[in-house]
């Protein structure tokens, strides 16, 4: 058991999941938004301090797991021109611009979670409307 435990807290961050939020109508068109949660462990080397630094440090680097994940989501996400946003990203510095604003805007999705060794499971939600979605749309820059 403590062996197990040990191992457990070793790992910066445990399993992370992804899956867009269901959108409403059939087709091509993109999803509304898309949800991606995270699930942190706090590190072996933050066990000797304070659990709420060990929290709040966990819960940062959770939130940058979610935040990644959502960006390759979003960069998987159909262009209406044709190909992914990845590809465009690569050439349209706007859109690029569109896909950083719109992780900035991410909200929580849902309430925060935290376990009694330190670790903590979040959820974010990044909206696909306004410039990002004007973009999905027309295939390229906003």
Sequence with gaps: MRLLLRAALRAPL???????A????????PPASV???????PSLRDAASNLSVVRAATRRAARREALRRCRAAVAALPLAAGGTVGEGLKRDRALAGAVDAALHGARLASALRYFA????????EVRLDGALGQALARGGAP
Excluded: F, K, W
């Design 14 to 20: 445990a399993a992370a999941l992804l899956h867009p």
């Design 22 to 29: 269901p959108s409403p109508g059939a087709g091509s068109a």
């Design 35 to 41: 949800r991606c949660a995270a699930t942190g462990a």
């Design 117 to 124: 060794d330190g670790g903590v499971a979040l959820e974010y």
